[in-house]
């Protein structure tokens, strides 16, 4: 037992937790080590955050996926920073000795270099990010309904979403859904029909790593949703109340200022901390937003015991373009360290990774969605279908799967949304 | 519309929630008051404490219960005190003038003068209550998992629920069923099954309300779910990490000294502190644990324009015994108080308010509970039955009864329990 090697995951996220699962009858000692006991399922979390999902639907406790796998250990702790040269992880009251590490802490959100910008517009990483943003555009609502101010009213019922990517149009359809639908009938004073719902996008088009008419088909959707599209948008300011644009391509910009409320966050991420105390440990490098560059074999450089996988590692396809911050590609990952590791026991060598690409897709609302796998581009009803079964499949927990399901047919339904509690921020009782 | 007379319902729990929609035909304009944006369904917060829930199944959204009554409003504000001269509830941030009031702002724990008990023995009122409950109870076993010391393991694995009515029992069989079932395949270091659950009642047996045979079938069952039950139990101080009792009959007591991390409070209640700064105002009394002593009609002696029910309400039935602090009491109360209003309109009297007790319940586990209905008197399978259906039909919302429902049945075949999320205390993002 205790000859067997020693492999040390960190972070439970898709890529960690498909490594682990993935070494389930390897000949080593697993270690999945995690400061939350809960997987996530990130791409739903905008659902928490809208009132749809409860945040148990999308989590599932870490002890109890691999408590039938019986070389895995989870460890509940706060890993501070690693230590490449004696092989330890170092935890802030103790440390892990490993033989082999996999580094999978995910990212976290990248302001541009304005980080107090987070508390005017806070991002959506983890379940308390989206119990603080349903919060907050509840609350909106409500303060609305009390307020006799019309320019104040007209503020607070403006939502802005900076960032045009899924995770951008994903909220911005959500919180038109829930402004049009869900709350129509639930104020007295004012109408949530007239919430403006502003999706701000720097390049030219949301949705940027889409085909092109796919863009047209989720810019259009998101019209018809009551949620306005700004390209060529440029943040250049945020404050209480207040967020200042530059509008328009290059060389035509102008200024525009938005009164708004309740701004959101989908723009940026940067690689989480521990990616830089790894890289100086052990001399590898991280790119411009601090993800940890990997060799062909997600090691880092000089340290074959060493792989970083997921958000974290900064790591090229075929075509040279880095491959995106998405699940598919971690639990790619994940399952290929696994896999070399085994080899390797048995001396057999193994290929680079390579990411196979089954698709993108993203949804804009009840039965809107797009979709493209290789040369086949699907919008509407039949691509929020393919969404809806594809999320289904990968959210860990087959109870999970089913009251995912059924909220969703209800949704559906009735457009109503069960999850709409405004929590404490601090439970102070 | 503006001569319709205005009732200002103050709460929106069971008692609040039940005057307002009985309301809904009458020829007045109701306003009803509350801190939070949704009716909780608080018999089933110890579940989202031991998570076999999550928040919002036991949860609906006050505006979406009334959006159809045309008569209603919702208002979500703080009310900190009342002028009964003037006929105005006072906000933090203004005023609300009414006709007719009907306060139903319930209890709050109730420490017997020992307020420095509460950050060490939470008690279970509230949502945040329930998730910080969760989070200790989770917290402590993954504690116990990375400590070494077997006198600390112990006292992390002794779990001490103070109060044997019906929440202490169904506290202390969910958390016997947490530890013993749910848990027990998850840690390595740990034998989770070997936590110690021990119950502490007062008086000389468990749910002193119900009779005498189904207060011994119940501490049956928690002895075959390893819940130790001590009665005869006076806690005398608590300490981090310590409960001291005060063990046996009078004339026989010994002091006992008990090593528990955890420590749950469910022993006794207070009106809330509203009650207090009506009874000032109107010239009215509280009883001793401060809730406002009502006439026969549920009004304040003097102010027939002013009603008190639910929990915050001091009233007696017929055998001259206080009314139990209870759901089916608060509703009947709001019932009652809505007919009464109407029929004043109509100047016509009504006779004064009686409680039909339809029945105690109480569950003890998985297939396991007490009932008293009149005469009957059922334990086991059926009780439990009884118990399931009876909780399903209340949960306010179609969607919310399918919901628990099936995490009910999943939990039921599987022993699982898919809310075990640690979420953090404060959500600093």
């Known amino acids: 037992m205790s000859t067997q090697p020693h492999v040390v995951i960190v972070g439970g ?15 080593v000692r697993v270690t999945l080590v995690d400061r939350r006991n809960f997987h996530l399922f990130q791409p739903l979390l905008y659902q928490v955050a809208t009132g749809q999902l409860s945040p148990a639907n999308i989590a599932a406790p870490l002890r109890a996926v691999v408590s039938k796998q019986k070389n895995t250990r989870v460890l509940l702790a706060d890993v501070v920073g690693i230590d490449a040269n004696t092989r330890r992880v170092l935890f802030s009251d103790g440390t892990l000795d490993y033989d082999v590490l996999v580094l999978a802490t995910g990212a976290r959100h990248h302001y541009f270099g304005k980080p107090e910008w987070e508390q005017l517009a806070p991002g959506l990483k983890t379940i308390e990010d989206a119990t603080e943003i349903r919060r907050r555009i509840l609350t909106t609502f409500e303060r609305a309904e009390r307020e006799t101010d019309p320019d104040r009213i007209r ?11 899924a995770t951008g149009v994903e909220m911005a359809g959500a919180v038109a859904e829930l402004a049009r639908h869900t709350l129509r009938n639930d104020f007295r004073n004012i109408d949530p029909r007239k919430a403006r719902i502003i999706l701000l996008e720097g390049t030219d088009r949301v949705l940027p790593g889409f085909h092109p008419k796919l863009s047209a088909k989720a810019e259009k959707a998101l019209a018809q949703l009551g949620a306005a599209v700004r ?15 530059n509008l328009g391509p290059k060389g035509a910009q102008k200024t525009e200022k938005l009164d708004a409320h309740t701004v959101l966050w989908a723009a940026g991420v940067q690689g989480s901390s521990l990616g830089k105390s790894l890289a100086e440990s052990a001399g590898g490098q991280t790119d411009r937003v601090g993800r940890v560059v990997v060799q062909p074999d997600l090691t880092v450089p000089g340290h074959p015991e060493l792989f970083v996988i997921g958000d974290l590692a900064s790591c090229s396809g075929p075509d040279g373009k880095p491959l995106p911050g998405v699940a598919p590609v971690a639990m790619q990952q994940g399952r290929y360290v696994a896999q070399l590791i085994q080899m390797r026991l048995k001396g057999r060598p193994m290929p ?9 897709m993203a949804t804009i609302g009840r039965a809107r969605a797009v979709a493209e796998v290789g040369w086949l581009r699907l919008n509407g009803y039949l691509a929020w ?5 594809i999320h289904l499949m990968y959210i860990v927990g087959f109870q999970n799967r089913l009251l995912v399901l059924m909220q969703w047919a209800w949704s559906y339904v009735t457009r109503g949304r069960s999850s709409r509690l405004i929590t404490e921020r601090e439970a102070t009782r």
């Open 13 to 27: 996220g898709f890529g960690g937790l498909s490594a682990a699962r993935a070494l389930r009858k390897a000949p």
């Open 155 to 165: 503020s607070l019922l403006t939502f802005v979403i900076v960032g045009g990517g």
């Open 231 to 245: 390209t060529h948008a440029l943040v250049t300011d945020i404050q209480p109340g207040l967020v200042m644009v």
């Open 352 to 360: 680079p990774f390579v990411y196979k690409n089954k698709g993108n």
């Open 385 to 389: 279908l393919a969404w809806l079964f």
